[in-house]
Each structure stands twice: as C-alpha cells, then as structure tokens.
C-alpha cells in the first residue's frame, strides 16, 4: 500500500523556516504531479503548493513569496521550504499527488508557529 511519508515539522517562532520533505515511491513519483497540503484545526485541508513532473511550480496566495516546492527527481523526494512563518502557518502538513489520491495520506507532519 502507498503512504507518502513527510518529514521536518515542529515548532518555530514567527518568522522562522523550516523545511519539510516528502518521502514517495519512484513509481509514483515520476508520473504524477506533486502538491503540499495542510490542515489546520477546525478546517478543511488545503493546498498550499504544488510541482508538475517538469519542475513547473504553483502556490495559493499566502504561500506565494514565503513558500518554495522543489523535488528532486534523482531521490524521489518532494520538499516545502518555508520561510518568514506566522502562527496562520500552524497546521498538519501532508504531500500527496496532484489531484491528491485518497489512499495515499500519509500521517503528515505537525507545524506549529508560536512564541
């Protein structure tokens, strides 16, 4: 069974970084699109930044400036660096393809943004 497995949460202080990664199966990831989405409580999850399998990039409006998706083709890997982060920041962080796949939710990966 596929499960994508995020890595790099924990907690910062408003305007730190941090840089989550995304761990996924090669098959998977050299055919689908990748996107980084994020829960926070209360709410429904969302997208925040997503990476076609040429490298083109796409960001919601608050990730936009802040937020970078990379991935590297060679590991398989996906990563979100954030920077200048506020407590709005505060969620579950996941990656899954692009259109997500329902059975790929992995457990994600605690962000919180507090002083």
């Known amino acids: 069974q596929v499960q994508f497995v995020e890595s790099g949460g924990g907690l910062v202080q408003p305007g730190g970084s941090l840089r989550l990664s995304c761990g996924t199966p090669?098959?998977?990831?050299?055919?689908?699109?990748m996107s980084w989405y994020r829960q926070a409580p209360g709410k429904q999850r969302e997208l925040v930044a997503g990476?076609?399998?040429?490298?083109?990039?796409k960001y919601t409006d608050s990730a936009k400036g802040r937020f970078t998706i990379s991935r590297d083709n060679a590991k398989n890997m996906v990563y979100l660096q954030m920077n200048s982060l506020s407590p709005e920041d505060t969620a579950v962080y996941y990656c899954?393809?692009?259109?997500?796949?329902?059975?790929?939710w992995g457990q994600g990966t605690q962000v919180t943004v507090s002083s």
């Open positions: 899954n393809t692009d259109p997500p796949i329902h059975s790929y």
């Open positions: 090669g098959s998977i990831f050299s055919i689908y699109a």
């Open positions: 990476i076609t399998t040429g490298g083109s990039t």
